[in-house]
């Protein structure tokens, strides 16, 4: 039996993005806590509106302990809005936990930082996992999209719908925001990969300690020159030179030389955390 709006209720507004609205949802039959993010496709063309329900099938896929859960889709065609069903985060994101510690002046600890690189990589590995031979690369992967359950276990979102909304009409194609985590290969305007992704993970794993993204710059030619040499300051002296290397790998210039999820795994002091975390 497909939901339908009437099955929930909702309690409060958690954000609005580029493309749309973050609803805290309570399912009335039993009371379980969720959200759901509000779209509205109206403006959108035949194919686009296509290409929306392959990317959300997609998510329908996607199973996994560190990927936020997809639940169900409610269309309202009167109003030209769909609704996605997702998992709640209680623990909220990683962009709001970084804010607070810049404000604070304090810093996420050590074994916290180990803790998301591992998930969030584990995360990355699903989802470059080829499903009918198409890899679902994330391109989007920043703090605002990685979430934490009320045991602050990594759940990644946002993923492929980022991609689908930058339709002409949309106006997530406004520019929003600055591309901190730009890669090398997009600077120079060539293909997204698999190590892109690697890429933005280290820059935001760089961002979680630092509290500052690794490339930073007034306007974005000086950005876009500053990712191409590739230069970037320690990690803050509280963190284990460990982490700061392996951080230091994700974020080379040179895509053959950043390491695949599989031996950024098999590395041995992430293979020491791991169990540490298990
Ligand atoms: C400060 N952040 C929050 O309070 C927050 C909380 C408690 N939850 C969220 C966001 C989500 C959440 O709780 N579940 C989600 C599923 C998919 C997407 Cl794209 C976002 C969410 C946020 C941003």
């Not at 990589?121 to 890899?135: D, F, M, W």
């Not at 876009?224 to 974020?251: H, N």
Request: net charge positive.
């Amino acid at each position: 039996m497909p939901s339908t709006l009437e099955d929930f209720e909702v309690i409060g507004t958690i954000g609005t993005g580029s493309y749309g609205t973050c609803k805290k949802i309570r399912r009335k039959k039993d009371g379980k806590v969720m959200v759901w993010k509000e779209m509205e496709y109206g403006s959108m063309t035949e194919s686009e509106k296509q290409m929306l329900v392959s990317e959300v099938n997609l998510l329908r896929e996607l199973r996994h302990q560190h990927i936020v859960r997809y639940y169900d889709r409610i269309i309202d065609r009167t109003q030209a809005i769909i609704y996605i069903i997702m998992e709640y985060c209680q623990g909220g994101d990683l962009a709001s936990i970084i804010s607070r510690n810049r404000k604070d002046g304090t810093h996420v600890s050590e074994d916290f930082a180990w803790k998301i690189l591992i998930q969030a990589t584990l995360a990355l590995k699903e989802c470059h996992r080829r499903k009918n031979g198409k890899a679902v690369l994330h391109r989007d992967l920043k703090p605002a999209n990685v979430f934490l359950d009320a045991d602050a276990n990594v759940k990644l979102g946002d993923f492929g719908l980022a991609r689908v909304l930058q339709h002409e009409h949309s106006l997530a194609q406004t520019y929003v925001g600055t591309p901190y985590y730009m890669s090398p290969e997009l600077v120079n305007n060539q293909s997204y990969n698999e190590k892109s992704d690697i890429w933005s993970l280290g820059c935001m794993l760089y961002e979680l300690c630092a509290l500052t993204p690794p490339f930073t710059a007034t306007n974005e030619g000086d950005l876009k020159r500053k990712i191409r040499i590739g230069q970037f300051p320690r990690l803050p002296t509280q963190y284990s030179l460990e982490l700061d290397m392996i951080i230091r790998r994700m974020i080379q210039v040179e895509v053959s030389m950043r390491p695949s999820i599989d031996s950024i795994l098999a590395d041995s002091v992430v293979q020491r955390k791991q169990d540490s975390l298990n």
